[in-house]
């Protein structure tokens, strides 16, 4: 509500600050929260927290290779988390990793959540021939394993950073076509919609003003796991070679790096990426979890 | 039940010729096929003799003929690498990758079925809430890393089981399998458990759920009633009805243990079709990539249909003239 309720119950009004009160009440998610947050603005500021520019060679030095954590440089400092094969700082090298991973996962979700929202909203709305043929491609797609799909695309299109998030949008935008569409068909069968369909409003106008938002609590939760899904595929594809290119080396690609070493004994080349990773994708899975039970309607008190 | 068969075997060739389709337009048109069929040390007057050869002048739909009358007969090209039939290749791989991913599905009940069960039977336990944790990291964790980690565990630092490969073989009607040495099961224990870790957390989470909803259910307690054993309740009374859908999904889950094969063989060095289609797309080794992907397309539209139709047969709910 507005400034003019009741002075005494303003907070409670407010669906959003309910939404914040929920889900501040688990401390699981919010520590979730945090950690990713953290983890954004490490990736963000990599230039600024970095020790050194990881991928300008003249910084590096190949007599500091394969070094263990804690070890001195030649020039003088410390190398908190070891350095890989090329000397180059390991804890550099991951923040500007975890930039490319987070690129990669947040803008393809992004993209597909736009396409497969679309197309889930339309299929219910029009139904018939539409929703008939949205939802074959979607089952088509949903019968064959993601890293099949991308596999597919990756191998066909050749490897670079836009193929990537190409291959990760197909394969991710018909999870939130199916789920979009489920919860659209309920709502279009509400008041509201017959209003504004009464009011003769244009069906753009009814789709994305009217049905669209009362479908995006759900779809925010299917977006949280879908992040987190597509930086763990894309870590898996660049560990397999097919993802990003040597120049723009993912967290996956860092671990496929040290894989080699890890043999001789040498494991915190992929060892701290790898760790990386799984903070990045659990803490986002927990922040999930938790949005998961507060936006359910059927789970509230 | 036999026009519902022959409507849904037209819509698998249907789905086949689409992905035929789908895969020639890729290596034809957004590619140059000239470079991707042509071995690239060919000097010039070999690659105008192949073309003319290929028809790779002539026009589109009568190259996609060409391929599709390829595809059919079972030819679709040479390995440049291996001078060898890509598809002869890949069924040559294909027995390593199978007995890894069947090996995976079995262990994954092994595992899943006896946690799952005790996490229904025990809920609120400290054991129960341990289990369903670690089943939320087999779903989360990436398999690549779980397998860097186990060779980091058990190679490198325990030295208790061999890190890559796969072991010594032996031969059954010509095709060479590793679990029936003893050394090619320590080299497959590692890869099958890698591989399975995401099937474990199914199949648990699943059994759980099973579990705890056929608890409470008449039969159960009429059997309590009835003085049978605590052991026999469950594990004739309760199971029984949960094992259904278990092996409907694993059955599912098949065809997506062989397609993530791709990652554990890579990380394990496990000479399978997965292990090959990794090498092949990273040295441009094209008909390969093809011939793989024409495959895998086909067996999973084969496994598709088999489970389509085991499921009528063993669920006489499923109502076919409905489903139409």
Same mark, same amino acid.
């Given at each position: 509500?507005?400034e003019?309720?009741?002075?005494?119950?303003p907070v409670?009004?407010?669906p959003?600050?309910?939404?914040?009160?929920e889900?501040?009440?688990?401390?699981?998610?919010l520590?979730?929260?945090?950690?990713?947050?953290?983890?954004?603005?490490?990736?963000i500021?990599?230039?600024w927290?970095?020790?050194?520019?990881?991928?300008?060679?003249?910084?590096?030095?190949?007599?500091d290779?394969?070094?263990?954590?804690?070890?001195k440089?030649?020039?003088?400092?410390?190398?908190?988390?070891?350095?890989?094969?090329?000397g180059?700082?390991?804890?550099?090298?991951?923040?500007?990793?975890?930039r490319?991973?987070?690129?990669?996962?947040?803008?393809?979700a992004?993209?597909?959540?736009c396409?497969?929202?679309?197309?889930?909203?339309?299929a219910?709305?029009?139904?018939?021939?539409?929703?008939?043929?949205?939802?074959?491609?979607?089952d088509?797609?949903?019968?064959?394993?993601?890293?099949?799909?991308?596999?597919m695309?990756?191998?066909?299109?050749?490897?670079?950073?836009?193929?990537?998030?190409?291959?990760?949008?197909?394969?991710?935008?018909?999870?939130?076509?199916?789920?979009?569409?489920?919860?659209?068909?309920?709502?279009?069968?509400?008041?509201?919609?017959?209003?504004?369909?009464?009011?003769?409003?244009?069906?753009?106008r009814?789709v994305?003003?009217?049905?669209?938002?009362?479908?995006?609590p759900?779809?925010?939760?299917?977006?949280?796991?879908?992040?987190?899904?597509?930086?763990?595929l894309?870590?898996?594809?660049s560990?397999?070679?097919?993802?990003?290119?040597?120049?723009?080396?993912?967290?996956?690609?860092?671990?496929?790096?040290?894989?080699?070493?890890?043999?001789?004994?040498?494991?915190w080349?992929?060892?701290?990426?790898g760790?990386?990773?799984?903070?990045?994708?659990?803490?986002?899975?927990?922040?999930?979890?938790?949005?998961r039970?507060?936006?359910?309607?059927?789970?509230?008190? | 039940?036999?026009?519902w068969?022959?409507?849904?075997?037209?819509?698998?060739?249907?789905?086949?010729l689409?992905?035929?389709?789908?895969?020639?337009?890729?290596?034809?048109?957004?590619?140059?096929?000239?470079?991707?069929?042509?071995?690239?040390?060919?000097?010039?007057?070999?690659?105008?003799?192949?073309?003319?050869?290929m028809?790779?002048?002539?026009?589109?739909w009568?190259q996609?003929?060409?391929?599709?009358?390829?595809?059919?007969?079972?030819?679709?090209?040479?390995?440049?690498?291996?001078?060898?039939?890509?598809l002869?290749?890949i069924?040559?791989?294909?027995?390593?990758?199978?007995?890894?991913?069947?090996?995976?599905?079995?262990?994954?009940?092994?595992?899943?079925?006896?946690?799952?069960?005790?996490?229904?039977?025990?809920? $609120?336990?400290?054991?129960?809430r @341990?289990?369903?944790? #670690?089943?939320? &990291? /087999?779903?989360?964790?990436p398999?690549?890393? =779980?397998?860097?980690?186990?060779?980091?565990?058990?190679?490198?630092?325990?030295?208790?089981?061999?890190?890559?490969?796969?072991?010594?073989?032996?031969?059954?009607?010509?095709?060479?399998?590793?679990?029936?040495?003893?050394?090619?099961?320590?080299?497959?224990?590692?890869?099958?458990?890698?591989l399975?870790?995401?099937?474990?957390?199914?199949?648990?989470?699943?059994?759980?759920?099973?579990?705890?909803?056929?608890?409470?259910?008449?039969?159960?307690?009429?059997?309590?009633?009835?003085g049978?054993?605590?052991?026999?309740?469950?594990?004739?009374?309760?199971?029984k $009805?949960?094992?259904?859908?278990? @092996?409907?999904?694993? #059955?599912?889950? &098949? /065809?997506?243990?062989?397609?993530?094969?791709? =990652?554990?063989?890579?990380v394990f060095?496990?000479?399978?079709?997965?292990?090959l289609?990794?090498?092949?797309?990273?040295?441009l080794?094209?008909p390969?990539?093809?011939?793989?992907?024409?495959?895998?397309?086909?067996?999973?539209?084969?496994?598709n249909?088999v489970?389509?139709?085991?499921?009528?047969?063993?669920?006489?709910?499923?109502?076919?003239?409905?489903?139409a």
């Amino acid at each position: 509500m507005s400034e003019t309720a009741v002075p005494n119950h303003p907070v409670e009004e407010s669906p959003f600050r309910r939404f914040v009160a929920e889900f501040a009440a688990s401390k699981v998610a919010l520590f979730g929260l945090a950690v990713f947050v953290l983890i954004a603005l490490l990736a963000i500021f990599a230039n600024w927290i970095g020790p050194q520019n990881p991928y300008d060679l003249a910084q590096l030095d190949i007599m500091d290779g394969r070094l263990p954590p804690g070890s001195k440089s030649v020039a003088g400092y410390t190398y908190l988390l070891g350095t890989d094969d090329q000397g180059r700082d390991m804890f550099s090298g991951m923040l500007y990793g975890l930039r490319i991973s987070l690129a990669v996962g947040v803008g393809s979700a992004i993209f597909a959540a736009c396409v497969g929202t679309t197309l889930g909203l339309l299929a219910a709305f029009f139904g018939r021939r539409i929703d008939t043929i949205v939802m074959r491609v979607v089952d088509l797609q949903l019968s064959f394993p993601s890293i099949l799909v991308a596999l597919m695309i990756l191998a066909v299109l050749g490897k670079s950073v836009t193929n990537v998030v190409l291959a990760l949008v197909i394969v991710e935008w018909a999870g939130y076509a199916r789920n979009v569409r489920a919860i659209a068909m309920v709502e279009r069968k509400r008041e509201y919609i017959e209003a504004a369909a009464c009011l003769a409003l244009p069906w753009r106008r009814i789709v994305f003003r009217h049905l669209l938002p009362n479908c995006l609590p759900p779809l925010i939760v299917i977006a949280t796991q879908q992040v987190a899904r597509a930086i763990a595929l894309e870590a898996t594809l660049s560990f397999l070679g097919l993802g990003v290119p040597i120049t723009e080396p993912s967290l996956g690609l860092l671990i496929a790096n040290g894989y080699q070493y890890m043999l001789s004994g040498k494991y915190w080349i992929s060892f701290y990426p790898g760790l990386a990773l799984l903070v990045t994708i659990v803490s986002i899975n927990l922040v999930g979890d938790h949005l998961r039970d507060v936006l359910n309607p059927r789970l509230k008190r | 039940m036999f026009t519902w068969l022959l409507r849904r075997l037209f819509q698998a060739c249907f789905v086949v010729l689409a992905m035929t389709i789908i895969v020639f337009i890729g290596v034809h048109v957004i590619g140059n096929p000239v470079d991707i069929l042509i071995s690239p040390e060919a000097d010039q007057a070999e690659r105008a003799k192949i073309i003319a050869e290929m028809g790779l002048d002539r026009p589109l739909w009568q190259q996609y003929a060409y391929f599709l009358g390829g595809a059919l007969h079972g030819d679709l090209g040479r390995s440049f690498v291996f001078n060898e039939p890509a598809l002869k290749l890949i069924g040559g791989r294909m027995p390593a990758t199978l007995e890894l991913a069947v090996t995976a599905v079995l262990m994954s009940m092994c595992f899943g079925i006896p946690l799952g069960l005790y996490a229904g039977l025990k809920p $609120n336990g400290i054991l129960g809430r @341990v289990i369903m944790s #670690g089943s939320i &990291l /087999g779903f989360s964790l990436p398999s690549f890393w =779980v397998g860097l980690m186990l060779i980091m565990t058990f190679a490198v630092q325990l030295g208790w089981l061999p890190s890559t490969g796969r072991g010594e073989t032996a031969e059954i009607l010509g095709v060479r399998w590793s679990f029936l040495t003893w050394d090619g099961l320590r080299h497959m224990a590692m890869p099958a458990l890698n591989l399975s870790l995401y099937n474990i957390s199914l199949v648990l989470r699943l059994t759980r759920a099973g579990v705890r909803e056929t608890l409470p259910m008449d039969y159960i307690k009429f059997a309590r009633a009835k003085g049978l054993s605590p052991a026999r309740v469950i594990f004739v009374h309760v199971l029984k $009805n949960i094992m259904i859908p278990v @092996v409907t999904v694993l #059955g599912l889950e &098949l /065809g997506t243990t062989i397609a993530f094969a791709v =990652v554990t063989e890579s990380v394990f060095a496990w000479p399978g079709m997965g292990k090959l289609i990794i090498d092949s797309i990273n040295v441009l080794d094209r008909p390969v990539i093809v011939a793989y992907l024409m495959m895998i397309v086909l067996i999973f539209i084969t496994i598709n249909l088999v489970v389509d139709i085991l499921y009528t047969v063993l669920d006489p709910r499923v109502r076919l003239e409905t489903k139409a």
